[in-house]
């Protein structure tokens, strides 16, 4: 226990002791027919002015001590996350100059090793003013796991870059694009971490596009492993949560499950837009630029790269590497297709309205459509 708290208790305990003696003196007076009217008026004025401030001083330096507890664990928490921060940088900078030196031994590639070697100078040469950081305490607690998956998608990045520099043959213009993401990802963890910045979670142009939302949107977005949803007018269990981050995005899969039957319910970033796709047991080849469901062609609207946490009745996996391409054809038409460390995974399906789902939360009984 702490002096402040030692204090408060003290106090507390002496500001009790003597105002209980005082109502003491006044019942056994009282009692005895000795106590007049006078004699009752000091015996309270006595217990406010000796007992009250005891009382009264004894609640306030607990209440300050249980304040200046909770400044000590923050400012700890920020003089840790600072320290990470700084060991981040070290080993980020450390690795972009080895995978310097190598892109550096193909003559063809020595714009890319520069331009490693001026990244990992500019990380490992960050300023920071720590002082005016902890002052103006930018970060919020609630942004701390977003800037967790910051460095998961740093490292994933990282490392696809790794790999990509090791093939004896390789893309000129993959490399760039992936450094361009690279360092994109950084800038927003910056202005996160620095500023307190958040990046969009939703594309401008989708928040143009979006409609009004809908009453099934809401319970949709708090849908969590456990749950049940009706679909089509069949009951499924949420069995898996599938959350990816990419560019300071974030969006969800879960992964329906009723016997041996599975079906992903895809939502976009934000929950602007829901589809239900159907497994496919074959998964086309990744990346290709249509993309042949259900007798129509599919374009290819968007893909990329993504950390995903995944929860699962079987446990949890954080900062797992994922690439991702995106399908739309006509009759609001999507196909999802993933490629995983060991495996491929791809989904056929048609965007939904949110209030065509009904959502079942673990504490509500599941009934049938």
């Known amino acids: 226990m702490d002096t402040g708290r030692a204090w408060g208790w003290g106090l507390i305990a002496l500001g009790g002791t003597i105002g209980l003696l005082l109502l003491l003196w006044l019942l056994v007076t009282a009692a005895?027919?000795?106590?007049?009217?006078?004699?009752?008026?000091?015996?309270?004025?006595?217990?406010?002015?000796?007992?009250?401030?005891?009382?009264?001083?004894?609640?306030?330096?607990?209440?300050?001590?249980?304040?200046e507890a909770q400044e000590a664990a923050r400012f700890e928490a920020r003089r840790r996350l600072l320290e990470s921060d700084r060991l981040f940088r070290q080993q980020a900078a450390a690795t972009l100059r080895q995978l310097a030196e190598q892109a550096a031994r193909t003559a063809q590639e020595t714009a890319v090793a520069e331009r490693l070697q001026a990244l990992a100078t500019r990380i490992e040469q960050a300023a920071r003013d720590e002082v005016a950081w902890y002052e103006a305490s930018p970060l919020a607690d609630a942004d701390l796991p977003l800037l967790r998956r910051f460095d998961d998608a740093l490292q994933a990045e990282t490392d696809r870059l790794a790999e990509l520099l090791a093939r004896g043959e390789r893309d000129a213009e993959e490399v760039e694009a992936l450094l361009d993401?690279?360092?994109?990802?950084?800038?927003?963890?910056?202005?996160?971490?620095?500023?307190?910045?958040?990046?969009p979670a939703v594309a401008p142009e989708a928040l143009l596009r979006a409609r009004p939302p809908t009453r099934g949107v809401e319970a949709l977005n708090a849908l969590a492993l456990g749950d049940a949803v009706t679909v089509d007018f069949e009951d499924y269990l949420v069995q898996g949560v599938v959350s990816y981050f990419a560019e300071g995005r974030t969006w969800r899969l879960f992964i329906l499950r009723d016997g041996d039957t599975e079906r992903w319910l895809w939502s976009a970033p934000g929950g602007l837009s829901w589809a239900v796709l159907e497994p496919l047991a074959s998964p086309p080849t990744p990346g290709t630029p249509q993309l042949e469901a259900e007798g129509v062609s599919l374009a290819l609207v968007e893909s990329g790269s993504a950390t995903v946490d995944l929860a699962t009745v079987?446990?949890?996996?954080?900062?797992?590497?994922?690439?991702?391409?995106?399908y739309t054809g006509p009759d609001r038409r999507l196909a999802w297709v993933e490629r995983w460390p060991r495996e491929t995974r791809a989904g056929v399906g048609r965007e939904i309205f949110p209030d065509t789902i009904a959502v079942w939360p673990r504490s509500a009984p599941v009934s049938s459509g």
């Open 32 to 67: 005895s027919g000795e106590l007049r009217a006078g004699g009752f008026v000091l015996g309270l004025v006595l217990v406010a002015v000796l007992a009250l401030p005891l009382l009264g001083g004894g609640y306030y330096l607990l209440q300050r001590s249980a304040t």
């Open 314 to 326: 079987g446990g949890t996996e954080q900062g797992i590497p994922v690439d991702y391409w995106r």
């Open 181 to 199: 993401r690279w360092e994109r990802t950084y800038r927003q963890r910056e202005a996160l971490l620095v500023s307190g910045r958040r990046a």
